[in-house]
């Protein structure tokens, strides 16, 4: 059972941190533009200030954060802590959520 448990808890906190990090990436760039109705799936990842497309592994949440200490890889610029916090804040929420249905399931 603690396996099963552990396995939930990591992997829900894994999908809430991505889903927080994609909510505050598509807010701040709408919140600009004002193109909220905008479909989603058509954006591309791309750094706010140089443009540069983003790799796989500029992507990953919170990891990729600290490793460039809150920068972007290819200009410098500064990112802002409002992702880090999203990325913890989500994986938080999904690792409970997970936890939550886990527990009504099988505990
Ligand atoms: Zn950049």
Redesign the pocket.
């Known amino acids: 059972m603690g396996m099963v448990l552990g396995f939930a808890l990591v992997s829900g906190f894994f999908n809430g941190s991505i889903n927080g990090s994609y909510l505050i990436t598509w807010w701040s760039r709408h919140k600009t533009s004002r193109k909220i109705l905008r479909n989603i799936f058509e954006d591309k990842w791309v750094?706010f200030?140089?443009?540069?497309k983003l790799k796989g592994m500029d992507m990953i949440p919170i990891y990729s954060y600290l490793r460039h200490m809150g920068k972007?890889r290819?200009?410098?610029?500064s990112i802002g802590g409002s992702i880090l916090i999203w990325e913890l804040g989500g994986g938080l929420l999904g690792a409970l959520i997970y936890y939550l249905v886990l527990k009504e399931l099988i505990l």
């Open positions: 750094c200030s140089c443009g540069v972007c290819y200009c410098g610029c």
